[in-house]
């Protein structure tokens, strides 16, 4: 990494007031935890957190080609999306390594909305505007703030600090001119926690009105203030990706359980004939859910072994607050990522049981 | 803030003196930056430690984290009532959440820890 100083979001001073620990995160600084990430953790589960995740990039592609461009540097199939429609998915090298993974939205007729992480804002943003073509980028991340409102309760917080979408805003879908706290909002329902929620842009110092109005409105709902610990945690649980850790440039996403976003067929994107050659010989590894069977937590960059010879890596890991136990993610040999398969982790020396288990580990409850 | 009555390490240890023999825990700067701790390794009664060897291992929600001798010596107890509690360590880091005692060799390397305003020192810079 370089040794640029390190940026803060406009909401850094509400951080610090509310008791934020603030540490450097890909280049920001971002609180790690307020109260305890447990604590925090569980109120995503049972009511609501707000999440700062202005450092996260935004991108727009608009013009005639906009389509063209975002289905070449995307696998999944973008042509489907209707104005107001998103969805996630990888963007590749022509080797089918995984550059980002992004969630794009259609703002418009000729208009896209990519969401990318802070990390690699700068690669993607070269690549974007490398490989798009005619179709004009902007890069909008500097100028726009996001925050993540996430829970069961999060529907009711957002409408009643302004809002009003909640009810007829679905999954995926993006509504524009949404007034939060008086302020101007572009909202989605989206989230990296596996809890129902909303992701709400604004203008990057607008960030405050918009945070002060929704822990307002979250008052009587037991929202708090959530940090980058139980953000890791509750993706954890709920089986989603990390880039950097679970998938990058040497991961395509036939090997991680991203399948689902590959869509062959679609128009050509980049990394197409290295995915299909993939499928058709078949993935050697698979990145797998692991569970260990004592006390023991997989954290990345552990081994996994089979009869004391190693044939994986762990790539995250925690201990789960909602299930109690250690969980994590790793890559293993094809022939060994069946549910049920038994493994050891290398726990600084010591072999510890663990099994590979479907993801995700925790799925919220229907209502 | 930090007791007077014992030193310290820059790796977050506190060392305190009872009648020869050298009581073992973190500090609340180490407590409150691990956040949430879910399980604590320690070693047995009789192991020799040198200054700085690790002889456990924290693990919190967020990652784990070892543990250093701050002196040299042998251990003659371990805190059973921390491995069945550890979120005692985010409780009270610099009382019931002792670690070990150890049989100090020599001085075990006492003169190199910091005292308590070295120490704040030193937390201070590390904000």
Not at chain 1, 27 to 51: D, K, N
Not at chain 1, 320 to 343: C, E, K
Not at chain 2, 72 to 94: A, K, W, Y
Request: proline residues 6%; glycine residues 10%; aromatic residues 6%.
């Amino acid at each position: 990494m370089t040794d640029q100083p390190l940026r803060r979001t406009s909401l850094y001073d509400a951080h610090v007031a509310a008791g934020g620990r603030v540490v450097p995160f890909a280049g920001w600084e971002l609180p790690v935890q307020y109260t305890g990430i447990s604590e925090e953790h569980q109120a995503v589960r049972t009511r609501a957190g707000l999440f700062d995740v202005s450092h996260m990039g935004e991108v727009r592609v608009e013009g005639p080609e906009a389509l063209e461009a975002v289905q070449r540097l995307l696998t999944n199939d973008a042509a489907r999306l209707a104005v107001g429609q998103g969805l996630y998915s990888p963007m590749c090298l022509p080797s089918g390594g995984i550059i980002d993974d992004v969630t794009v939205f259609r703002v418009a007729e000729h208009a896209y909305l990519l969401v990318v992480n802070a990390a690699t804002r700068a690669k993607d943003v070269a690549w974007i505007r490398e490989q798009a073509g005619t179709a004009i980028v902007r890069d909008l991340s500097d100028e726009t703030a996001l925050l993540a409102l996430q829970g069961p309760r999060a529907g009711a917080i957002l409408d009643g600090a302004g809002g009003g979408v909640a009810t007829t805003l679905p999954f995926f879908h993006l509504a524009d001119g949404v007034s939060v706290g008086g302020v101007r909002c572009t909202v989605s329902r989206t989230g990296y926690t596996g809890e129902d929620g909303f992701e709400i842009a604004c203008a990057w110092d607008r960030a405050p009105a918009v945070w002060a109005a929704l822990m307002e409105a979250g008052k009587a709902h037991g929202l708090v203030p959530a940090g980058l610990g139980a953000r890791d945690t509750l993706r954890l649980e709920a089986g989603m990706m990390l880039y950097g850790n679970d998938i990058d440039e040497t991961t395509t996403p036939l090997e991680a359980p991203l399948g689902w976003t590959v869509k062959l067929n679609k128009a050509a994107f980049i990394g197409r004939e290295a995915l299909m050659r993939q499928k058709a010989e078949g993935v050697t590894r698979r990145l797998v859910g692991l569970e260990a069977a004592e006390r023991a937590i997989p954290r990345p960059h552990y081994g996994i072994a089979v009869d004391g010879q190693r044939v994986g890596v762990v790539t995250s890991g925690t201990f789960s607050p909602t299930l109690r136990r250690p969980i994590g993610m790793g890559y293993v040999p094809v022939a060994l990522a069946a549910p049920g398969t038994a493994v050891q982790l290398d726990v600084r020396g010591r072999p510890a049981p663990a099994t590979v288990v479907r993801l995700p580990f925790y799925r919220r409850p229907k209502t | 803030m930090y007791p007077n009555d014992r030193r310290y390490t820059r790796e977050h240890e506190w060392a305190r003196r009872e009648d020869g023999r050298i009581r073992v825990g973190i500090t609340k700067f180490a407590a409150d930056r691990l956040s949430d701790v879910v399980f604590i390794e320690l070693p047995k009664v009789g192991t020799e430690l040198k200054v700085m060897d690790p002889f456990g291992v924290i693990e919190s929600v967020k990652a784990a984290s070892d543990l250093y001798a701050p002196v040299s010596g042998r251990v003659t107890e371990v805190n059973q009532q921390l491995i069945d509690s550890p979120e005692l360590i985010n409780q009270d880091p610099h009382g019931a959440a002792w670690m070990i005692v150890l049989e100090p060799t020599g001085d075990g390397g006492w003169e190199q820890l910091l005292d308590a305003a070295a120490y704040e020192d030193l937390v201070g810079k590390e904000h």
